[in-house]
């Protein structure tokens, strides 16, 4: 069992001795079992945002990280511990990225509106640009009124990178088509002088 201890000295002889102390004993087990509990569904929730390969995180109106999953902390090149509680501005390797990620959350908080960002870049701590697929959502920290920003990217650089090459093959593919039909009508125009 727990127990809490509370009491105090209420009486005391000449010297200043105790002489006569009241207390109570609680018994807070149940508090504890839900303290246990609380803390393994927080540990939980914490491993199942960390094996997202999305970057997860959620901001304050000033900025700082209130959450950052692993893959957020990896293309910082830093620790969960490292990122939350500290602003972009601290941890982001391009300030003007810093400065256009911050525009966009105000705009979140201040409207209070979802916003799809359909292609945004960060350059990640090795200073390779990835491209990401961004949505930030509003809401209220759990235990307050302070306004958030809740985000998750994905990233969609190999997926561009993909469709670059599609659509240059497409290119390549109507100019092979010109041609070809260019040069049937050529052939079919001798064929045609020929049969008049």
Sequence with gaps: K??????????????GNPVRAVGIHLDITTRKEYEKTLERTREELRQIIDLVPDLIFAKDREGVYLLANETTADAYGLTTERVEGHTEREI???????????????????????LEIPEEELTTADGETRLFRTTKIPYTIAGSDKDAVLGYARDITDLKTYERRLETQRDNLDILNQIVRHDIRNNLNVVVGYAE
């Design 92 to 114: 982001i390797p391009d300030a003007d990225q810093s400065t256009d990620f911050r525009e966009d959350d105000l705009r979140v908080i201040e409207s209070g509106e979802a």
């Design 2 to 15: 727990w127990i809490r201890d509370a009491g105090r000295v209420v009486e005391r002889d000449a010297d």
